[in-house]
């Protein structure tokens, strides 16, 4: 769909996904479809977008490891050395949460 992303407007976004969908062979279509018209997972998205944006994602993929969001993770050795490096450290005190943990409440 990433090539595509740009020939979708708003009047034409409900025939693109159907389109795109009826090429996923184990997608029940009609299903999709009512999905789609009814809305089902807009409050999903508007929270996931909101999340977002109060953590400061401008883009995907994006990263979090403990709570914080990486910067310049642009490989499989630099992710390693990351990883690597948050295991050597201790659990941080509620004093010093995260962006992550401040705007989802969640402790992990």
Not at 56 to 85: K, W
Request: proline residues 6%.
């Amino acid at each position: 769909m990433g090539s595509r992303q740009q020939a979708i407007k708003k009047d034409n976004v409900t025939a693109t996904l159907h389109e795109l969908a009826a090429g996923i062979p184990e997608l029940d279509i009609k299903q999709f479809d009512t999905c789609v018209e009814q809305e089902m997972s807009l409050g999903a998205v508007i929270r996931d977008r909101d999340l977002a944006a109060r953590l400061g994602v401008r883009g995907t993929p994006t990263l979090f490891l403990n709570g914080e969001q990486m910067h310049d993770i642009g490989n499989g050795p630099a992710l390693h050395h990351a990883l690597e490096e948050a295991l050597g450290r201790t659990e941080a005190g509620p004093e010093n949460a995260s962006p992550y943990r401040q705007a989802t409440g969640n402790p992990q």
